[in-house]
């Protein structure tokens, strides 16, 4: 009987909640491909679909066959970023798991830098250079950042740039709640986590409009501050010596 062949470890988990991008997957899925193959390291793309209703699924079954490092999940009932992106890192199996957009905003060109940034760090934070946002976004992320470091005291100046990367171990044991996507950074901070920033790159949308205006960032934001906060509060710090017996 001929012994069973052990799939090679991933070293790479990289998490895209996305909902209603099917005009932007296939040159997104292309950048994302054309950088993890420049990183040359063993890695899988986990795909999660939050109930798109333009033809996702299809196109995703399509890309699959094109590249075996798409693991496309999909949420039976549309739940939300937090919920998307839980669902990514809960099913992730790389050492190192980044994070970004799909909606070719994020540049994916940029992953080494991130990677080579995570080399000195536990989680690396992308800062938009150069946004190409409206005001509106730009006012509502500006007043949301202050808010947060003025509430919980940390030193992260782009809490809504999606494109991070995480050590595993970063990551373990941290709850998981509506708004998560926004506090994930904080939370490892809290739990001790040295934390890098890099400047990315940041494009304009190509396809369909923001799905994010002031009431489901800017108020959401703040509203999430008061429970992040209350976390904060309420985490248990022990430093123990063990006495000879």
Not at 74 to 80: A, D, K, N, P, Q
Not at 82 to 101: E, N
Request: charge should be positive; aromatic fraction near 4%.
């Amino acid at each position: 009987m001929s012994a069973t062949r052990a799939e090679p470890p991933v070293e790479i988990s990289v998490v895209v909640p996305a909902f209603n991008e099917a005009e932007n997957l296939p040159e997104f899925l292309a950048e994302l491909r054309a950088a993890l193959d420049a990183v040359g390291r063993s890695a899988e793309i986990l795909l999660v679909d939050d109930g798109s209703d333009d033809g996702t699924p299809a196109l995703l079954a399509r890309e699959r066959a094109r590249d075996p490092r798409l693991r496309p999940l999909r949420l039976e009932v549309r739940s939300g970023q937090s919920a998307a992106l839980a669902a990514g890192l809960g099913r992730a199996r790389g050492a190192v798991i980044v994070t970004l957009d799909a909606d070719l905003q994020n540049d994916p060109a940029d992953l080494p830098r991130v990677l080579a940034a995570l080399e000195n760090a536990d989680v690396v934070s992308g800062i938009r250079a150069n946004r190409h946002d409206d005001w509106v976004r730009k006012l509502s992320s500006r007043i949301a950042n202050a808010t947060r470091r003025a509430v919980i005291g940390d030193r992260i100046t782009d809490i809504g740039c999606s494109f991070k990367a995480y050590r595993r171990e970063a990551l373990e044991g941290l709850p998981m709640f509506v708004g998560v996507h926004r506090s994930l950074l904080a939370l490892c901070l809290f739990h001790g986590a040295s934390i890098a920033a890099v400047p990315l790159t940041h494009r304009p949308r190509r396809h369909e409009v923001s799905k994010f205006g002031i009431h489901n960032r800017l108020w959401r934001g703040i509203n999430d501050l008061v429970g992040v906060s209350w976390l904060k509060s309420r985490l248990i710090r022990i430093r123990l010596r063990e006495e000879d017996s």
